[in-house]
C-alpha cells in the first residue's frame, strides 16, 4: 500500500513580502515569495499599445505602462496548451497584422526578467479551481493528470456543451471530477462574466491600465494546490488568516480545522525548522541522501547541473554504484527544479554509464518525478556522453531572486544575499530575542540594510504592534558586508550606545 505524503502549507506576510512554502513529509518542495504591493504576475492583462513592429522577427513591442514595453509574437501559437489533451479546431492560427498605434489587450505569459519585459498574448484565459476559460481560443482540453477514460470522456463533453461559441473553448483542470455538473456550469459562469467585465472596463480604462489582476500568492496557492491531500495550513498572519476563513467558507471543499493560525512569538519558518531550507534553496550544492552530490549552475541562457558520487562508495561494482547515485540524482533534481522554480533550458551531466539499459532507466525515472510538477516539463532522450536536457515552463519568479543577488564587488560574478532576505533574517532573529524574555534589542548591520528599512517601513507593523513595548536600537557600520548583521537581547535599563545609533521607529 502506498504511503500516503503529509503535506502542509505555510503562509506568511511581513517586510512588504507574501511567502508561501509547501512542505512533504518534512521536506521542501516548494517556495514563493511576492511583493506587496505585488508587481507583475502571469495571468495579469493589460490594454496596451503598439509601439514598435518587427517585421524580420514577427514581433512587436507593446507599451503597457510598465517599466519596459511587453514582448508579442505576431504569430501566436498555443504552446502554453501543449500540456493539455486537446484538439485545436483551427490548425493554425493567422499572423497578427498590427501598426504602430494600435490598441491592444494583451495578457502576461512571462514576467519581466532582467533586462527583458514581460512576454504577453492575445490569447486571453481565467482560471478557475476546476476550468480555464478561454475567451478567444478555439480549443478544449483535459489534464493529463486525470486518467480513468470514462471520467475524461465526461468532462471533455460537458466542456463541449458548455461553449457558446466554436470562437471559446475551456481547459479541464485536475479538481474537475470532484465536482458536479452544475457546479462546473457555475464555474463556467463566473469566468465568463469575469471577461466580460474585463472587457467592459478595458473600454473606458485609459492605455497602460492593468484591466484584471490574477488573485494574489495566498489565494493562487488556495486554488490551484489545495485539496483533501493537504494535512494542515499554518498561516503566520492573522489579517491574512482571516481572508483565507473566508474564502474556505466560500469553497467548502476545505476543512476548516485544516487552516491554522500560528500563535507563536517566533517567527513561523524558524519555530517549523523551514527557514534553513529556504536558504538551503540558494545553495549551488545539494547534497544526496546516499552521499552523492549535485552542482547547479546558472546561467543566462540555461542551468547547468553535475552529479558527483561524493562519499559514496556502493557495494558492488563502478556501474551499479554510478546507477544507484544517477538514480537518486533523478528525484532530487526534480525536486529542485520545483524548489528552486528553475524555468527554460536545463542540462544534467550524469555520471557516465556503460550501460544502456541504465541509461534508460534514469531517464524514465527523471521524466516520471518531473510529471508530479505542475509546470510544464520536456525531458530529451541521454546521450552518449549522459548528458540530459530538458526544458521546464517557466512560471512567476525564480526562488533565488528572493534569496541572493549578483555581487557588487566581484563584477556580478558571484552572489551575495538579497536586501529583503536579510530584512527578514533580522525580523527573525529579533522575535527570538523577544521570545527568550528580552525587553530590549541592539542590532548592528550595514547602513544601506538600515536605511533600506527606516525607509521602506519594512519592520514598521512589528514596531507598532507585537513590539510596541520594545525597544530596539539600530547601529550601522559602513564595513559591514551588506548580509552581514548581528542582534542581540538585553534587560539592562541604561545603555551605552554610539551616536550613529537609532532607536527603531
Not at 482540453?141 to 475551456?170: C, F, P, V
Not at 479538481?175 to 462574466?193: D, H, I, M, N, V
Not at 482571516?242 to 487552516?259: A, Q
Not at 547534497?287 to 549552475?297: A, D, F, Q, R
Request: charged share 25%.
Amino acid at each position: 500500500m502506498k504511503k500516503e505524503i503529509k503535506k502542509e502549507w505555510f503562509l506568511d506576510r511581513y517586510c512588504n513580502q507574501q511567502f508561501a512554502a509547501l512542505v512533504e513529509d518534512g521536506r521542501l518542495t516548494e517556495f514563493q515569495c511576492e511583493q506587496e504591493p505585488r508587481g507583475v504576475c502571469v495571468g495579469d492583462i493589460y490594454k496596451g499599445r503598439v509601439v514598435n513592429v518587427l517585421s524580420g522577427m514577427n514581433a512587436a513591442f507593446i507599451h503597457c505602462g510598465l517599466e519596459k514595453n511587453c514582448y508579442l509574437s505576431t504569430e501566436e501559437t498555443y504552446t502554453d496548451y501543449t500540456k493539455y489533451d486537446g484538439t485545436l479546431k483551427t490548425a493554425e492560427s493567422a499572423p497578427l497584422k498590427l501598426k504602430i498605434g494600435d490598441e491592444i489587450i494583451v495578457q502576461v505569459t512571462k514576467p519581466p526578467r532582467r533586462t527583458k519585459g514581460a512576454k504577453v498574448t492575445t490569447h486571453l484565459s481565467f482560471v478557475g479551481k476546476r476550468l480555464i476559460y478561454l475567451p478567444n481560443t478555439d480549443f478544449v482540453g483535459i489534464s493529463r493528470k486525470i486518467t480513468d477514460e470514462n471520467t475524461r470522456h465526461d468532462l471533455l463533453l460537458a466542456a463541449e456543451k458548455m461553449r457558446a461559441s466554436e470562437q471559446e473553448g475551456y481547459i479541464v483542470r485536475t479538481q474537475a471530477p470532484f465536482a458536479t455538473l452544475q457546479q462546473l456550469k457555475s464555474e463556467a459562469a463566473y469566468l465568463k462574466k469575469l471577461y466580460n467585465e474585463t472587457l467592459a472596463f478595458a473600454k473606458k480604462a485609459p492605455v497602460g491600465s492593468a484591466i484584471y489582476q490574477d488573485d494574489d500568492l495566498p489565494c493562487r496557492v488556495m486554488r490551484d494546490c489545495f485539496g483533501d491531500e493537504i494535512s494542515a495550513i499554518h498561516v503566520g498572519d492573522k489579517e491574512l488568516y482571516l481572508r483565507l476563513s473566508r474564502l474556505i467558507k466560500l469553497r467548502k471543499d476545505i476543512s476548516p480545522k485544516k487552516l491554522l493560525m500560528y500563535k507563536g512569538e517566533r517567527s513561523m519558518l524558524e519555530s517549523y525548522n523551514i527557514r534553513h531550507l529556504v536558504f538551503n534553496a540558494a545553495s549551488p550544492i545539494v547534497p544526496l541522501e546516499n552521499g552523492g552530490s549535485l552542482v547547479i549552475e546558472h546561467t543566462e541562457a540555461m542551468t547547468v547541473i553535475d552529479v558527483n558520487t561524493g562519499s559514496y562508495i556502493g557495494s558492488n561494482n563502478l556501474e551499479e554504484t554510478v546507477f544507484a547515485v544517477n538514480l537518486a540524482a533523478a528525484e532530487e533534481i526534480a525536486r529542485q527544479v520545483r524548489l528552486r522554480n528553475i524555468g527554460g533550458i536545463v542540462v544534467v551531466d550524469f555520471i557516465d554509464m556503460q550501460d544502456e539499459a541504465h541509461r534508460l532507466a534514469i531517464t524514465e525515472a527523471l521524466t516520471a518525478h518531473l510529471q508530479k510538477d505542475s509546470a510544464k516539463c520536456h525531458v530529451l532522450p541521454m546521450s552518449e556522453l549522459c548528458l540530459t536536457q530538458f526544458t521546464r515552463k517557466r512560471v512567476g519568479h525564480d526562488a533565488r531572486s528572493y534569496l541572493v543577488k549578483p555581487c557588487p564587488h566581484c563584477s556580478g560574478m558571484g552572489h551575495v544575499h538579497e536586501d529583503i532576505f536579510v530584512v527578514t533574517d533580522i525580523r527573525a532573529k529579533l522575535l527570538g530575542c523577544f521570545a527568550d524574555g528580552y525587553s530590549s534589542a541592539i542590532v548592528e548591520l550595514n547602513e544601506n540594510i538600515m536605511e533600506k528599512i527606516l525607509n521602506e517601513g519594512l519592520l514598521s507593523i512589528e514596531a507598532k504592534n507585537r513590539w510596541k513595548d520594545k525597544r530596539i536600537y539600530l547601529i550601522p557600520h559602513k564595513t559591514y558586508r551588506e548580509d552581514c548583521h548581528t542582534v542581540r537581547g538585553t534587560n539592562e535599563t541604561e545603555l551605552h550606545l554610539p551616536e550613529k545609533a537609532q532607536l527603531l521607529y
